[in-house]
């Protein structure tokens, strides 16, 4: 049989991730030192841990409601409302209040991302997003037939209303801003936020935001926040009166609590948006797992400030060590940063990364995400040793060594 005659030109237009590329370069190495990686390096937390155990020994192992379990949607509510002050109905449908956000628990914030897109975009429809960008958002926009219009943000990365204005046309549903970013790990302002914000609104598009790395915003990048009784927190379009009209909030687990096997996300905004995506959920996802519904319950009482004060030592670690070699756009959270290759050494960024490899160290080029090869992400959710080890070299090789 002509097994190639069956694939679909959906499959086929899509190139296999550059990162896996980056992978299976570093399969080849031994013991390389990685940057490339994009989950934390601390373990679960046990107490997550333990209810994920418990669930299981429990039974809990059936389909969940599609919207995901009563414990943890009212969790998420509770923490939406202390957060951002939205009010959450997490009620049935029929029974909620119609002009509440309403909730969904998704398999992976990509589960979220992929049911919005499906739930909103028709063939032709227009999503914009920065570039550089994660390497999920243009794939997902042509895998349901919409167009991905990227918004050039070098060399700052800030996805700014100015920026986007120009690119809105009447095929625009949805602006995707996603902070702290990947692969930049530029975290929008307040006034970024609301701009963006307000531009959405007035021209009738959706603006989703993809805070999956939310928790993982440094203090110089906190913010009061509009309803500033609610303390310093990670900026974000849904902090403004009545964003939850207009934002379709995408955060997750996987990232903040060390899981991303989990496969755990959950997006919060428009109740007939919400409706859309569970309806979807039900014969696609179905649910989201559900032992591991039960495992993120205590998630959102975990105090994980250890691990971000250490993240945020890196991270100045890293701006400290590359910054005197060339640009780093300053990165305010996430655990990336995306460096220039210098000019200098007249070499694209692929060259660059293939010289890194040859010294048995691992990032990503920037043409994975991105049109331009000329910067590189490094994550720095390694080990403090190896992110040293691995510094040194970049600052060699970024030096001519
Ligand atoms: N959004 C961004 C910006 C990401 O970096 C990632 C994961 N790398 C995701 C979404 C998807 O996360 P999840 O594992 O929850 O599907």
């Known amino acids: 049989m002509d097994i190639e005659r069956l694939i679909s030109d959906r499959a086929l237009s ?19 030192i990685n940057l490339s990686i994009g989950q934390p390096d601390f373990p679960v937390p046990d107490p997550l841990k333990s209810a994920a155990i418990s669930a299981i020994q429990n039974n809990a192992n059936g389909y969940t409601v599609t919207q995901g379990i009563a414990g943890l949607r009212t969790r998420i509510a509770a923490h939406l409302k202390a957060d951002l002050g939205w009010q959450v109905d997490t009620r049935p449908s029929a029974e ?4 509440a956000p309403g909730l969904l628990v998704a398999s992976g914030t990509s589960g979220d991302l992929l049911l919005a897109f499906l739930a909103l975009l028709n063939p032709g429809d227009e999503v914009i997003f920065a570039d550089p960008y994660f390497v999920m958002y243009p794939h997902v926009a042509r895998m349901v037939g919409a167009v991905p219009v990227m918004c050039d943000t070098y060399p700052d990365f800030r996805l700014t209303a100015e920026r986007v204005a120009p690119l809105i046309t009447s095929r625009t549903k949805l602006v995707l801003l996603n902070t702290p970013s ?10 970024e936020c609301h701009r963006l914000l307000e531009l959405c609104r007035s021209k009738g598009v959706l603006l989703v935001s993809d805070e999956i790395y939310d928790e993982f915003t440094y203090t110089d990048a906190r913010e009061p926040g509009a309803r500033g009784e609610l303390g310093r927190r990670c900026p974000s379009p849904g902090r403004f009166q009545d964003a939850e009209r207009n934002v379709l909030l995408v955060r997750g687990f996987g990232k903040t609590y060390g899981c991303t096997g989990w496969r755990l996300g959950y997006a919060a905004g428009p109740r007939r948006i919400i409706e859309e995506m569970s309806k979807l959920q039900q014969y696609t996802f179905v649910c989201a797992p559900a032992p591991l519904q039960w495992g993120v319950i205590p998630a959102l009482d975990y105090d994980m400030s250890p691990h971000i004060d250490a993240y945020q030592k890196r991270r100045d670690l890293v701006v400290r060590t590359l910054s005197p070699h060339t640009h780093v756009a300053a990165p305010g959270g996430a655990f990336y940063a995306f460096p220039q290759v210098p000019e200098r050494l007249g070499l694209t960024a692929t060259q660059f990364v293939e010289k890194c490899v040859g010294r048995n160290v691992l990032v990503i080029p920037g043409n994975v995400f991105s049109a331009r090869d000329t910067h590189f992400r490094l994550s720095y959710a390694t080990d403090e040793r190896s992110l040293l080890r691995g510094l040194e070299v970049l600052a060699e090789l970024m030096q001519g060594g």
């Open 96 to 99: 909620a209040d119609p002009s």
């Open 182 to 191: 990947n692969p930049a790990g530029v975290v929008a302002s307040e006034s």
């Open 14 to 32: 899509i190139s296999a991730s550059g990162i896996r590329r980056v992978f299976d370069l570093g399969a080849k190495l031994k013991d390389p």
